[in-house]
């Protein structure tokens, strides 16, 4: 495999099953892959950027393929400067398509040399996202087969700190 350098960029608030397949699938494809934590303004997260990053580096901790960074400036610079030309986006559903297509133009426009790869996770994760996690945690449920278990414990501690349930209601066997 030639060695080539995928950036993957995201929100990733909290990781979930589905953004880990996304990166193994990557890892398939490319001989380094750089999560990309994004520090968007125009979100409120419930993590910070900082502790996004601690949760995936603590996930692939043992895989030298991934990197975690984080970013708050256009993806096309990043990219260049970290000689990185290509960009995972993961599509779940058709209604992904239309969204991840204009950015994918919208980066290539910013410079010719980027393409994007769309990877689509495995089916059992086509439904999940961070804000359906977010918000089972948020009323008490229990994340366990939607997240790994340090990004679990992790949620119910950010919960409880806010006051609310985290989990409380349905414990896992």
């Known amino acids: 495999m030639p060695h080539r350098t995928a950036i993957y960029p995201g929100t990733f608030d909290p990781i979930t099953f589905g953004h880990i397949d996304v990166i193994r699938r990557a890892t398939a494809l490319f001989s380094k892959v750089i999560v990309l934590v994004a520090r968007n303004t125009s979100k409120t997260p419930l993590f910070t950027a900082d502790e996004r990053v601690a949760m995936i580096n603590r996930i692939f901790r043992s895989n030298k393929q991934v990197r975690v960074d984080?970013?708050?400036?256009?993806?096309?610079?990043?990219?260049?400067?970290?000689?990185?030309?290509v960009i995972i986006?993961?599509?779940?559903?058709?209604?992904?398509?239309?969204?991840?297509?204009?950015?994918?133009?919208?980066?290539?426009?910013m410079d010719r040399k980027i393409d994007t790869v769309f990877l689509m996770p495995d089916e059992r994760y086509t439904y999940l996202n961070s804000s359906i996690v977010r918000e089972i945690a948020r009323v008490g449920g229990d994340v366990a087969d939607f997240v790994p278990a340090s990004v679990r414990r992790r949620l119910i501690t950010k919960m409880?700190?806010?006051g609310r349930k985290a989990g409380s209601t349905i414990k896992r066997k």
């Open 70 to 85: 984080s970013f708050d400036q256009l993806l096309a610079a990043y990219a260049r400067r970290h000689n990185a030309f």
């Open 89 to 109: 986006r993961g599509l779940r559903a058709i209604s992904d398509f239309e969204y991840e297509f204009q950015m994918a133009l919208t980066n290539r426009k």
């Open 160 to 162: 409880k700190r806010q």
